[in-house]
């Protein structure tokens, strides 16, 4: 199970493109409200969450991914159960994924140490030791993938299928929608 962390200020397309496609893949897929169970995006769409932050289960979880737009980084950030569940997936060998400015999240909690990693232009200075990966739409390093922006929620999604159920199923989601 992926559970994907919705704050206010979430960017929609890193969020819901990866959801989409996971859940084309069979893959379940939990929302989970940080802040309240509507959550809405940087755009104002609204989106209701599955769940709320403290209703997680972290051991079922194979996967945690965290989209950016500021305002929900900042939401995580400020989120201390958020942290706790970044940092148990990544403590208990669990996939731990971010696009856009959610990288820098996972650096503030040291998991892209020493790991490729990317994230939206001009947030590298937030990366802290991480060894940045430039013009990649979406990097994975063992149990961490990270992606660059927006534009890159389809690689990005793509690349968490590849993790969780292997490359022949990502290119069948890939076919599916008949990516160019």
């Given at each position: 199970?992926?559970?994907?962390?919705?704050?206010?200020?979430f960017e929609e397309m890193e969020a819901v493109a990866p959801i989409d496609l996971l859940r084309r893949a069979g893959i379940p897929v939990v929302t989970v409200g940080v802040d309240s169970k509507t959550v809405a995006g940087s755009h104002g769409i609204?989106?209701?969450a599955d769940i709320e932050i403290g209703q997680m289960d972290l051991t079922a979880m194979d996967m945690i991914m965290l989209p950016g737009g500021l305002g929900g980084v900042a939401?995580?950030?400020?989120?201390?159960?958020a942290l706790d569940a970044l940092r148990f997936a990544w403590e208990n060998d669990k996939y731990v994924a971010a696009i856009c400015a959610g990288p820098t999240?996972?650096?503030?909690?040291?998991?892209?140490?020493?790991?490729?990693?990317?994230?939206?232009p001009g947030c590298e200075s937030g990366m802290g030791a991480a060894e940045?990966?430039?013009?990649?739409?979406c990097v994975?390093?063992?149990k961490l993938i990270t992606g660059t922006s927006a534009g890159c929620a389809i690689p990005f999604g793509l690349k968490l299928i590849e993790a969780l159920k292997g490359s022949e199923a990502a290119q069948r989601i890939a076919n599916q929608i008949v990516i160019r």
């Open positions: 199970m992926v559970y994907v962390l919705l704050g206010t200020g609204r989106i209701e939401t995580a950030r400020s989120s201390q159960a999240v996972l650096a503030d909690l040291g998991i892209t140490n020493g790991r490729k990693a990317t994230c939206y940045m990966v430039a013009d990649a739409a994975a390093d063992g």
